[in-house]
């Protein structure tokens, strides 16, 4: 986690508080605060008494946001996931849940275990919809953000204890938003094996986001924002299986060899956006928006982060030489 000096140490006093945490707290509430300690509004933290500041308001969550975070098993596979409604919602991400009408384990932090049935999903975004099965309207749960997070945001995930690690306690990790746009948030907060479909929290305690993938790097990992959740609410409720456009692309193909720079292009789209910005197969692709290049699934994972209609800037070795190539991202739909 590499937010400010002195961070291992919040770190250090955030995971006691987390495992130690099991005071009383009601069972049905929506989870937010109205209050945000000054200290999360400084571009970092400036004294020990911020750090205070910032573990005492985290812990106080703790108990509320472990309640709504829960474990979801599908047959021989299990992710994560969060109750939004009194009624049993849980969002979740479309490659943990399957397709709609499935039938599911939900097991809550006291490994209480329930029935549920996937409902509706977004497969190009990620985004799913899970529905307890059951008449129960106290259901404990965390309410969805009514605005988009920007970069710079304090973010949290809160990891479901066991998952792929049956001994895990609960887990808290602190960043903030890096990228955000309506398909696709990135941030800093490390994604482990068994986060996916889990919540990405505001600093408030509100959802903003869904754990969908992790990247190559500690910086690379994603989320589906909490719009396309809102946004698409009837649909998913009535089970609706369906497809949106998936963000912005370059519209090459292409290779990294071992021990060679970049990303060789092997393949140039007709009439794609890298066509449009001349190309050409066998240029190597070094950088993109000033990041090296270092496999096809980064190159994705940074194009996929950005807004469709966005210029870019592109290093690129044609022929010994080095070059700056511009390009306005396209938009795939599907």
Same mark, same amino acid.
């Given at each position: 986690?590499? =937010?400010?000096?002195?961070?291992?140490?919040?770190?250090?006093?955030?995971?006691?508080?987390?495992?130690?945490?099991?005071?009383?707290?009601?069972?049905?509430?929506?989870?937010?605060?109205?209050?945000?300690?000054?200290?999360?509004?400084?571009?970092?933290?400036?004294?020990?008494?911020?750090?205070?500041? !910032?573990?005492?308001?985290?812990?106080?969550?703790?108990?509320?946001?472990?309640?709504?975070?829960?474990?979801?098993?599908?047959?021989?596979?299990?992710?994560?996931?969060?109750?939004?409604?009194?009624? /049993?919602?849980?969002?979740?991400?479309?490659?943990?849940?399957?397709?709609?009408?499935?039938?599911?384990?939900?097991?809550?932090?006291?490994?209480?275990?329930?029935?549920?049935?996937?409902?509706?999903?977004?497969?190009?975004?990620?985004?799913?919809?899970?529905? =307890?099965?059951?008449?129960?309207?106290?259901?404990?749960?965390?309410?969805?953000?009514?605005?988009?997070?920007?970069?710079?945001?304090?973010?949290?995930?809160?990891?479901?204890?066991?998952?792929?690690?049956?001994?895990?306690? !609960?887990?808290?990790?602190?960043?903030?938003?890096?990228?955000?746009?309506?398909?696709?948030?990135?941030?800093?907060?490390?994604?482990?094996?068994?986060?996916?479909? /889990?919540?990405?929290?505001? =600093?408030?305690?509100?959802? =903003?986001?869904?754990?969908?993938?992790?990247?190559?790097?500690? &910086?690379?990992?994603?989320?589906?924002?909490?719009?396309?959740?809102?946004?698409?609410?009837?649909?998913?409720?009535? /089970?609706?299986?369906?497809?949106?456009?998936?963000? *912005?692309?370059?519209?090459?193909?292409?290779?990294?060899?071992?021990? *060679?720079?970049?990303?060789?292009?092997?393949?140039?789209?007709?009439?794609?956006? %890298?066509?449009?910005?001349?190309?050409?197969?066998?240029?190597?692709?070094?950088?993109?928006?000033?990041?090296?290049?270092?496999? !096809?699934?980064?190159?994705?994972?940074?194009?996929? %982060?950005?807004?469709?209609?966005?210029?870019?800037?592109?290093?690129?070795?044609?022929?010994?030489?080095?070059?700056?190539?511009?390009?306005?991202?396209? !938009?795939?739909? &599907?």
């Amino acid at each position: 986690m590499k =937010i400010f000096p002195g961070a291992s140490l919040l770190w250090l006093s955030l995971f006691v508080g987390l495992v130690t945490a099991e005071e009383s707290v009601p069972k049905t509430y929506p989870v937010s605060v109205e209050v945000i300690p000054e200290a999360f509004t400084k571009p970092v933290p400036e004294s020990v008494k911020d750090l205070q500041e !910032m573990q005492d308001h985290l812990t106080s969550l703790i108990p509320r946001l472990k309640e709504c975070t829960v474990n979801l098993q599908v047959g021989g596979a299990q992710g994560s996931g969060v109750i939004v409604s009194p009624e /049993g919602h849980v969002l979740t991400a479309a490659h943990v849940s399957g397709r709609p009408d499935r039938k599911l384990s939900v097991i809550m932090s006291d490994g209480n275990r329930y029935r549920a049935r996937s409902l509706g999903r977004n497969k190009v975004l990620d985004a799913s919809l899970v529905k =307890i099965e059951s008449d129960r309207t106290d259901w404990p749960y965390c309410s969805m953000a009514e605005e988009a997070s920007k970069p710079g945001d304090w973010c949290m995930v809160v990891a479901h204890p066991g998952g792929y690690q049956e001994e895990r306690g !609960m887990v808290l990790r602190l960043g903030r938003v890096i990228l955000e746009n309506p398909w696709m948030i990135q941030s800093d907060c490390e994604l482990v094996g068994g986060d996916s479909g /889990g919540p990405l929290f505001g =600093i408030d305690g509100k959802v =903003i986001g869904v754990n969908t993938r992790i990247g190559e790097s500690t &910086d690379l990992n994603f989320h589906v924002p909490i719009e396309a959740y809102t946004r698409d609410w009837e649909r998913l409720v009535a /089970g609706e299986d369906f497809r949106t456009h998936s963000g *912005a692309y370059l519209g090459v193909s292409g290779v990294v060899k071992q021990g *060679a720079p970049g990303m060789e292009v092997t393949k140039v789209y007709p009439g794609d956006p %890298a066509d449009r910005a001349g190309l050409l197969e066998g240029d190597v692709l070094l950088t993109f928006q000033a990041r090296k290049i270092t496999s !096809m699934q980064q190159l994705v994972d940074l194009v996929g %982060a950005e807004v469709p209609g966005r210029s870019v800037k592109l290093g690129v070795l044609r022929d010994g030489e080095t070059l700056e190539v511009t390009l306005r991202l396209g !938009m795939r739909w &599907d």
